[in-house]
T-cell receptor, first 113, second 117 residues
Framework: EDQVTQSPEALRLQEGESSSLNCSYT??????LFWYRQDPGKGPEFLFT???AGEEKEKERLKATLTKKESFLHITAPKPEDSATYLC??????????????FGTGTKLQVIP | GAGVSQTPSNKVTEKGKYVELRCDPI?????LYWYRQSLGQGPEFLIY????????DSGLPNDRFFAVRPEGSVSTLKIQRTERGDSAVYLC???????????????FGPGTRLTVL
């Protein structure tokens, strides 16, 4: 069974204090790993897609990396507006030949001014 | 352009009742997904449509849950004989199917908060 584990569950940072969020996964037939941001009361908002080990993507203060077992979301010099829950999801082919999406439980990030 | 919309935004019902939740995907998106999200959890996959057909319904918890997408656009999630445990936020997402076996990002709607009393 596909599994996605995110750590830490919650993270509190001072503004400007860089850190990393982890997403470890166990899946066969990975088709893509996705990072989303979710604000309270809203649906997840797409950030990045990574398809193969060694791939990296960047957007403003965020950088996502991928290995064969885990992905990191690096946050450089965060600002209070970066406060949100960050979700990781993997998409893979299941035994029936259909693609399936599995989300982690998320990391709740709070950035203090 | 318009994003994914879901109606209603909130639904309160009594145990045993039938409910329908609607999703309007982004125009032109062939893939549509339904998820259920409980407080403090990530979205839980329910069903995936490619066009009009349900390509993967392995996430539906039991036969009280059913979803349709008759014309390949709007989708309705139907829940019969609702139970208190069905209370959650139901999210819909749509995407374009990618090329070379890859899948594109999903665009999510704001969700429908279902409360079963």
């Amino acid at each position: 069974e596909d599994q996605v584990t995110q750590s830490p569950e919650a993270l509190r940072l001072q503004e400007g204090e860089s850190s990393s969020l982890n997403c470890s996964y166990t899946v066969s037939g990975l088709r893509g790993l996705f990072w989303y941001r979710q604000d309270p009361g809203k649906g997840p908002e797409f950030l990045f897609t990574l398809y193969s080990a060694g791939e990296e993507k960047e957007k403003e203060r965020l950088k996502a990396t991928l290995t064969k077992k885990e992905s990191f979301l690096h946050i450089t010099a965060p600002k209070p507006e970066d406060s949100a829950t960050y979700l990781c999801a993997v998409q893979a082919m299941n035994s029936g030949g259909y693609q399936k999406v599995t989300f982690g439980t998320g990391t709740k990030l709070q950035v203090i001014p | 352009g318009a994003g994914v919309s879901q109606t209603p935004s909130n639904k309160v019902t009594e145990k045993g009742k039938y409910v329908e939740l609607r999703c309007d995907p982004i125009s032109g998106h062939t893939a549509l997904y339904w998820y259920r999200q409980s407080l403090g959890q990530g979205p839980e996959f329910l069903i995936y449509f490619q066009g009009t057909g349900a390509a993967d319904d392995s996430g539906l918890p039991n036969d009280r849950f059913f979803a349709v997408r008759p014309e390949g656009s709007v989708s309705t999630l139907k829940i019969q004989r609702t139970e208190r445990g069905d209370s959650a936020v139901y999210l819909c997402a749509s995407s374009l199917k990618g090329v070379a076996g890859r899948y594109n990002e999903q665009f999510f709607g704001p969700g429908t908060r279902l409360t079963v009393l």
